[in-house]
């Protein structure tokens, strides 16, 4: 594995031009901060998005300032029309699931500190890795462009169910030309992502650096791999399935669209395709990515909250066979989203079987994340404390799994506020808290300085009330049978859960509002915070190990590491206090060496 | 803080678990034979979630309170059962949760699912679409006319694409915008959609089935209550999904002989 690292850095040379060095830059770690940047950018916008919905769920005829200026026809009167809300929704769902929960976590933190982590100068493809980056880019834009072309984005949700998404212009506003750029974009998406997974299990099992055994990579790494490995098959599904929607709208294919389909009293030209193997495929896709989602998340909170407990997990190994079941079983689960689709109703219980077989695996990384804070000597800071709050998110969502794995309970709860709420806390708040645990943990290395402890504190409060407040709720609307995706609740027996609609919003606008203080927080430690030392927080992994801090252009400078331990020598009397790192030589009487 | 935090979880945990017990917002009254099981499916995974809920929250805060904070000169320990036991109790523990809830959980689907309806239920269609149910009764002939989608016309009414003229089936077939049925009376839906997905959801009734283009499925149920209900749709169909509705009436079989004389007559 050496061989091939030295090789490659001898072809990659520190760039010296601005466009080089910060552009189409060919360093994982600049790269890692575009993914960074893409993921900040689009989370904005999502939000942005989600409180338009909030305020229009809990006042729906209120008119929002300025709202016309998103779209032509949407927003007579600044009020929103009930299909500019389902495009509003569609987008939000899209950017925050692919360009924020996909990207943050995954491609952001595992482009800056794999390599690192492994102990590599870069990845082996640094011109694939630079690709992927501006492919997904690109997506971004394509689908953002859709809020100025023709009718408006697609309002068909993220699921994009056919024949609805199939059928044109004649489906509704934003069916057209808004479904092709969706799935363009989406399609975009997955080169990006095919191209990112090569690399990172390429990185992970041909650049270790000596020493560097599997089994000593930290949870983060494995994580990334992991996930990796789930990306490399599930976004090679999604890809095919969107470039089929596209064609059936532009090649006048019926891959989604069956036979004799009416609208507005006009027989449609199509026939013999499927509207269920749309859902076949997209859940295919769909399932592993909500664990391509979580999984990273997993993988940094274990990271953050070792080096703040002082002392490793009960079990490394365990947590890496649990991530690996959690892959695995992901693509055998996935039906479940489709219990009263029409599927034949044996098939229900043969994927209700696995799906309550999952919860398992993710028993065990909870059981493994209490029982390892027993006994531990934690430290809270703002990134443990988003670590905890993961874990409490990742509990109060996975329960909630429980309902939707049985096709029985699902009867009563699909399609409903129930479903919103449980991928909410399990996919949505828990792998943000991932994503800040990791920021505030890693910005140190990535920028040289500390963030601020107490905005970040006051950021960590009002998320994790905020977010409790927001999404718990969710779950009650449902048990009442709140139909989702509705603009508005005119049946009768949703009249009266309009009050708890409208606390929701007020619980949204707030929490919402608290992330503008983690902007802030960041842009401003950016520049003005504190300089951080190069281990501040006494961590044992290799990015602590670096020359400098913001790491050298090869990472390492001359020399690459050598690796003596397991990644978590916490709790030992070593020459550096409680713990000994990675490259350290010396020899630990009291460790914790599984390897 | 760490003791802020940890008595914030629980107050979360506990404030959460308070509507849920009381039933603030729960299911709507369960109107059919069919419903009791998934009622109790329901209350025993709640039961069982609840409890896994509560008890993760509290152990992670009480662990949280405990070892936060720690003196200078204090050494880290190992949960004594180590990784094992928390293997072992994840997998005996939800395992046999997950066995329970699969095993009665098989039962409760089966009901719905895997039990043909009588031979002398009554049969009725619905036909979704952009953004309306049409109910469709057989009229005294007990059959229904073919159905031909190039006939099909809101213009003219005939959202059936029906041909009177030539199919005898046809003629004495009852089409409705609501849909009634007999209290106590198993009723056999045929379900199929005009043009995109749509669903077909009565909480009361404890259905819920998708229409999908190309398939005709069919539900089966008896309704046990005299009263007016709503259908919703559930499955996005475009601008109108959140309108998209229709009341089911339950009657008496003599009030339903009567409104099904009236709706012929109005054909």
Known sequence: MHDMAKHDAAAHHAPTSFIGKHVFSLDHKVIGKQYYGLALLAALVGMGLSWLMRIHLGWTNLAIPGLHLLTKNGAPGNVMTPEFYLQLMTMHATIMVFFVLTTAPFAAFGNYFLPIQVGAEDMPFPHFNMMSFWVTFVAFLVLVSSFFVGQGPTLGGWTQYAPLSALGEVGGPGEGTGVVLWAASIGIFCIGQLLGSLNFITTTLDMRTRGMSLWRLPLS??????????????????????????????????FFVSSNIVINDQLQPHSGGSTLLWQHLFW?????????????????????????????????????????????????????????????????????????????????????????????????????????????????GGVSGFFLAQPSTDIMLHATYFVVGHFHLVMGVAAMFGIFAGTYFWFPKMFGRMMNESLGKAHFWLSFVGAYAVFMPFHYLGMAGNVRRYQAFTPDYMQRLIPLHQFITVAALVTGAAQLIFLYNLIHSRF?????????????????????????????????????????????????????????????????DEA | MAKFFAVTIIAIAILSAIPILRHTWWMAEDISTHGAPIDEQMSETMAEAGISFLASQFILAFFIWKFSNPKPGDKVKNFPGGAKAMVWAAVLLVGTEVLALGVFGVKAWANVYFTPPAADAMPIQVQAGQFAFYFRYPGPDGKFGPIHPDHISEATQNFYGLDTDHDPDSKDDIVTAQMAVPVNREIHLFMHTKDVGHSFFVPELRVQQDFVPGLDLSLHFTATKIGKYEIVCTQLCGLGHYNMKAYLSVMSQQDFDNWLKQQAALQ
């Open chain 1, 284 to 396: 295919f896709f769909g399932h592993p990515e909500v664990y391509i989602a979580i999984v990273p998340g997993m993988g940094i909170v274990s990271h953050v909250l070792i080096t703040n407990m002082r002392k490793p997990m009960l079990s490394h190994r365990v947590l890496i066979y649990s991530m690996g079941a959690l892959a695995v079983l992901s693509y055998m689960v996935y039906g479940h989203h489709m219990f009263v689709s029409g599927m034949n109703p044996v098939s229900a219980l043969a994927f209700s079987f696995p799906t309550l077989v999952i919860t398992i695996p993710s028993t065990i990384v909870v059981l493994i994340w209490l029982g390892s804070l027993y006994g531990a000597k934690l430290r809270i800071n703002t990134a443990s404390l988003f670590g905890l709050g993961f874990i409490s998110m990742f509990i109060s």
């Open chain 1, 221 to 254: 790494a494995w994580a990334w791999f992991i996930t990796s490995c789930m990306g490399l098959t599930a976004f090679a599904v999604l890809m095919p399935a969107c470039i089929l929607l596209i064609l059936d709208h532009v090649a006048g294919t019926s």
């Open chain 1, 528 to 592: 003005r915070g504190e300089p951080a030392s190069d281990n501040p927080w006494q961590a044992t992994s290799l990015e602590w190990s670096t020359p400098t801090t913001p790491p050298p252009h090869n990472n390492f400078g001359d020399k690459l590491p050598e690796v003596f331990h397991d990644p978590y020598q916490y709790g030992v009397e070593g020459a550096a206090g409680d713990y000994v790192m990675q490259t350290s030589p010396e020899k630990i009487t009291t460790g914790h």
